[in-house]
């Protein structure tokens, strides 16, 4: 038969109501058993106060242990007539705990040790001590004048409380087992049944569903309340389940976009890294090309030009190797003046028309022969990159960039960001190297005659003077070699001027040719020449002097067709400080002494005179 929760609940209070009963009828038989425990005090209070009436008699004839003879049987008399209490034994002691009298005539004599009762003899109290049925009695004696001469001591036994608290008991047991006890019976397996039972299984669900097993379900025994509870649970299960399922989708589908982000942020992550090297590097381009051009404004001839290009060339290019060639004076041809990296082009020189560059004055990129046009001059190569040079619209030579094979590889972006930086390169060394020609060819105006290409009389006159300068610190001497073409006139008037040019030109090649590195060749004015020597002693100076004399007799000076007639010099020599302190008279004692070599028959070399 199958009880609902409320049948199931009638029941339970109905043995709830049994019990109470049950309890009832203990707190009853605990009132009864108080009620003869205080019916035993009060007698035994009686008896006390009747023993007291007996002891009172011997006090009077003084409180000694021969006085206190026949007491005992005093006091048996005393409780004869009690129904309640018996007479353990009967004690008095004096103020010193000695025992005076005891019922059992023991221990008469001797201290009393127990510190209970010494403790109320001295605080002068009635003291009551309990020990189930057995009471102990202690009450102080007071002798006529109202002094405390000692205490009674007496133990009562409380036989018929004993048995009536017995009696009650098993009436109590009796009720408890006949009434109680099968109801309890009842209620326990009632509640194990139907209520502990079916919640522990349906905790143990709620365990598993706390776990995450989601798919179990709890049993529906019944359709009382529990089993309304247990459907309510598989319900909320199954909502979980598929609150669950749809997370667990959208979580996927949340990791899904979040790979896919990842990705999107790294992807972003590397781009932007990229971009920042990228940008690095095109910082460090323009820093070295900015110090390259710099540098080159400060270059006072085309070879420390050249030294410093090829020096951030191969900073700016590292994985390259290149060359610049520059036009040669006759332009017909490309000379190498510039080389860097580990395999630099081999060909020294070529004609314009080699490179396709040149042809069109753009700039061409080759790539495996498939993209641009091959140059004749790059050989078997099959990845450059030819730039002409330009400066005031004029083509000044070509950079020649060497792309190795991970160059061709790379994508069409990275070979643009390459060609755009050798353009602007090829661009700035162009203008600095046009610049730098410029200056040389205005310094070389300033200071060489056009004609000879020798040093200028201006030029000549700045070096003596600066010379002089070294030579008086370093007490050294310089030689001085004053030079003058013999019946130069003549020629201008035989074969004419520009032979007379031809002339002067071809003298100044031959001082230039035989004079030391150091020396300065100069011309003076007009058909006279002077050769600056520092350092040498007069009889070098006059053996170099002698030399030049011998040699010029075999020079053959052709203008035009025309052979013109060989040429004699007349030469002066003089050293400083010897034959003069400074400028003006050293030169002139060269000068003297090229004017006595010209009065003695010319074509000779004459010492200035000391």
């Known amino acids: 038969m199958r009880m609902n929760l409320h049948s199931r609940s009638v029941l339970i209070i109905a043995s709830i109501l049994f019990l109470a009963i049950g309890i009832n009828s203990a707190v009853l038989t605990y009132i009864s058993y108080d009620r003869y425990k205080q019916a035993v005090l009060s007698e035994a209070t009686s008896v006390g106060n009747a023993m007291m009436k007996e002891i009172d008699k011997v006090i009077v004839l003084g409180l000694s242990i021969e006085n206190i003879e026949g007491l005992n049987e005093r006091l048996k008399s005393v409780t004869e007539d009690t129904t309640t209490i018996t007479i353990g034994y009967a004690m008095i002691l004096d103020m010193k705990?000695?025992?005076?009298?005891?019922?059992?005539?023991?221990?008469?004599?001797?201290?009393?040790?127990?510190?209970?009762?010494?403790?109320?003899?001295?605080?002068?109290?009635?003291?009551?001590?309990?020990?189930?049925?057995?009471?102990?009695?202690?009450?102080?004696?007071?002798?006529?004048?109202?002094?405390?001469?000692?205490?009674?001591?007496?133990?009562?036994?409380?036989?018929?409380?004993?048995?009536?608290?017995?009696?009650?008991?098993?009436?109590?047991?009796?009720?408890?087992?006949?009434?109680?006890?099968?109801?309890?019976?009842?209620?326990?397996?009632?509640?194990?049944?139907?209520?502990?039972?079916?919640?522990?299984?349906?905790?143990?669900?709620?365990?598993?569903?706390?776990?995450?097993?989601?798919?179990?379900?709890?049993?529906?025994?019944?359709?009382?309340?529990?089993?309304?509870?247990?459907?309510?649970?598989?319900?909320?299960?199954?909502?979980?389940?598929?609150?669950?399922?749809?997370?667990?989708?959208?979580?996927?589908?949340?990791?899904?976009?979040?790979?896919?982000?990842?990705?999107?942020?790294?992807?972003?992550?590397?781009?932007?890294?990229?971009?920042?090297?990228?940008?690095?590097?095109?910082?460090?381009?323009?820093?070295?090309?900015?110090?390259?051009?710099?540098?080159?404004?400060?270059?006072?001839?085309?070879?420390?030009?050249?030294?410093?290009?090829?020096?951030?060339?191969?900073?700016?290019?590292?994985?390259?190797?290149?060359?610049?060639?520059?036009?040669?004076?006759?332009?017909?041809?490309?000379?190498?003046?510039?080389?860097?990296?580990?395999?630099?082009?081999?060909?020294?020189?070529?004609?314009?028309?080699?490179?396709?560059?040149?042809?069109?004055?753009?700039?061409?990129?080759?790539?495996?022969?498939?993209?641009?046009?091959?140059?004749?001059?790059?050989?078997?190569?099959?990845?450059?990159?030819?730039?002409?040079?330009?400066?005031?619209?004029?083509?000044?030579?070509?950079?020649?960039?060497?792309?190795?094979?991970?160059?061709?590889?790379?994508?069409?972006?990275?070979?643009?960001?390459?060609?755009?930086l050798a353009v602007i390169v090829a661009e700035n060394i162009g203008l600095a190297l046009g610049n730098l020609k410029l200056r040389e060819t205005m310094r070389s105006l300033a200071i060489r005659d056009p004609l000879t290409n020798l040093y200028n009389r201006r030029f000549m006159e700045e070096s003596l003077e600066r010379e002089i300068r070294l030579a008086e610190r370093k007490l050294t001497p310089i030689g001085i070699i004053m030079i003058d073409i013999d019946h130069f006139k003549l020629f201008n008037d035989t074969y004419g001027h520009d032979a007379g040019d031809s002339v002067l030109r071809e003298v100044g090649m031959f001082i230039k040719k035989n004079i030391r590195s150091n020396d300065i060749g100069c011309r003076y004015g007009g058909e006279e020449f002077m050769i600056i020597m520092p350092g040498a002693i007069l009889e070098i100076n006059q053996q170099r002097a002698e030399h030049l004399v011998e040699l010029i007799r075999n020079l053959k000076i052709q203008h035009g067709n025309r052979l013109l007639g060989s040429i004699t010099l007349s030469v002066g020599v003089a050293i400083y400080p010897k034959h003069g302190s400074t400028l003006e008279v050293v030169v002139q004692a060269a000068d003297a002494a090229l004017y006595k070599a010209k009065q003695a028959g010319r074509d000779r070399v004459c010492v200035a005179a000391e």
């Not at 001469?149 to 036989?159: E, H, N």
């Not at 050249?306 to 041809?333: C, D, T, V």
């Open 97 to 420: 705990g000695r025992i005076l009298f005891h019922s059992d005539e023991k221990d008469v004599g001797k201290r009393y040790k127990d510190p209970v009762t010494l403790e109320a003899l001295a605080s002068n109290k009635t003291l009551v001590q309990e020990w189930g049925d057995f009471y102990d009695i202690e009450s102080p004696l007071i002798n006529a004048e109202g002094k405390h001469v000692g205490m009674l001591r007496i133990g009562l036994v409380a036989a018929i409380l004993k048995k009536e608290l017995y009696k009650l008991l098993v009436w109590s047991g009796s009720l408890f087992v006949v009434l109680v006890f099968p109801f309890a019976v009842i209620i326990y397996f009632s509640v194990s049944r139907f209520i502990t039972r079916p919640i522990t299984k349906l905790g143990n669900v709620v365990a598993d569903i706390a776990k995450g097993n989601l798919d179990v379900k709890a049993e529906v025994t019944s359709e009382d309340e529990i089993g309304k509870l247990s459907e309510s649970f598989n319900k909320m299960a199954m909502e979980l389940k598929e609150s669950r399922d749809k997370l667990l989708d959208y979580s996927t589908d949340l990791e899904t976009k979040v790979e896919s982000r990842t990705a999107e942020l790294k992807l972003s992550n590397e781009q932007l890294n990229v971009h920042a090297k990228e940008l690095e590097q095109r910082n460090l381009e323009i820093h070295l090309l900015s110090n390259l051009v710099g540098i080159l404004q400060t270059c006072l001839n085309s070879e420390e030009a050249y030294l410093i290009i090829a020096q951030r060339l191969s900073q700016i290019f590292p994985e390259n190797s290149g060359a610049l060639y520059l036009f040669k004076s006759s332009r017909n041809l490309l000379e190498i003046v510039v080389v860097w990296g580990k395999t630099p082009p081999e060909e020294l020189m070529f004609a314009p028309d080699d490179c396709s560059a040149m042809r069109r004055i753009l700039t061409n990129l080759v790539l495996n022969s498939q993209k641009g046009l091959p140059c004749k001059h790059a050989g078997e190569r099959t990845a450059y990159l030819c730039i002409p040079m330009m400066t005031q619209g004029e083509v000044l030579g070509l950079m020649h960039l060497v792309l190795d094979q991970s160059d061709a590889d790379k994508n069409m972006q990275q070979l643009e960001d390459t060609q755009r």
